[in-house]
């Protein structure tokens, strides 16, 4: 049976419904409208169009895989009929957030790196943000492959551009995102008196939760080997639900090495027992906690 203008309209209408609801945040509801035009017969929208609002709407909804799955195919598509850049630039941003997201840092930096080469115009138009977001993604990822160095290099070139921002809440938002991650980097690099300079610099009300999350125990952490062990101790209850098994560890110890600082040997000790036979914790953790229960040996002889 032919397909009428009027079934056209109605799927042209679909899609636009699916992409309000994408604006509106209601992800699920955005990838359902999506699946349904893919899963009919002769849709005349553009598959790559449906296949990247899908996959940006995975990726937002926390379904990586899916997303990974949905942009590749949809950039394979894109760049086969050299439709227009500003779309790669799109699809290349959620496709790079997503291998990150999967924990494929290297993967994550290529795609990074190739969207870079679609910024023609930076400093004289919106894209400036395309940049930072571009430059803050390849340092992050950087910095959970354990390149504090390289993690640094890309935060303080974000730090030149931010300022160049037009748009006044996003000028702000990247600012402080930019400060917590040089000072975050300067941490790795245990350069204590630069990372305190930029954490103690941040508004946090402009960070959403989750960078909130991290930001609390980066600022734990500077705490806690800054010597500021009564503010470390005082943050525990903002950072004990805190990231994977090895961060769990390193609270822990920092914990530990507060309380002993502090001369409350028992609540130390408390602390470091939960890390002495953890496999899961960096190799600084489990040296640093050996030395500290026997130095609260020596102190109950």
């Known amino acids: 049976m032919m397909k009428t203008i009027h079934d056209s309209r109605n799927e042209q209408a679909e899609f636009d419904r699916a992409m309000g609801l994408f604006d ?8 359902d409208i999506c699946l349904n035009l893919l899963n009919s017969k002769d849709c005349n929208i553009a598959e790559y169009e449906l296949r990247m609002l899908l996959g940006m709407a995975y990726s937002c909804a926390e379904q990586y895989n899916d997303a990974i799955t949905q942009l590749e195919i949809a950039l394979q598509e894109i760049q086969d009929n050299e439709e227009d850049d500003h779309l790669t630039l799109i699809m290349l941003y959620y496709l790079a957030s997503s ?8 993967i994550s930096i290529n795609l990074y790196e190739k969207a870079s080469h679609y910024l023609h115009h930076y400093e004289d138009s919106g894209q400036i943000v395309d940049l930072c977001r571009f430059l803050i993604g390849k340092g992050r990822c950087y910095l959970y492959l354990g390149i504090p160095d390289k993690a640094l290099h890309e935060f303080i070139k974000a730090e030149k551009y931010v300022k160049m921002i037009p748009f006044a809440d996003y000028k702000d938002k990247y600012i402080n995102m930019t400060k917590f991650e040089i000072g975050r980097a300067y941490v790795y690099l245990r350069k204590l008196k630069l990372a305190y300079k930029y954490m103690t610099n941040i508004d946090t009300s402009a960070m959403d939760s989750g960078d909130i999350a991290h930001y609390n125990f980066t600022i734990f952490k500077l705490y806690a080997l800054h010597g500021n062990y009564k503010a470390a101790v005082q943050m525990h209850d903002k950072v004990k639900d805190f990231g994977s098994a090895c961060d769990q560890s390193e609270i822990a110890y920092l914990m530990g090495i507060s309380h002993f600082h502090l001369k409350n040997f028992n609540e130390a000790r408390r602390f470091l027992l939960k890390v002495q036979d953890s496999k899961e914790a960096y190799d600084y953790v489990k040296a640093g906690v050996s030395g500290f229960l026997r130095k609260l040996e020596r102190k109950s002889q």
């Open 99 to 106: 291998y990150f997201a999967v924990e494929k840092f290297d």
């Open 24 to 31: 509106d945040e209601k992800y699920s509801e955005a990838i």
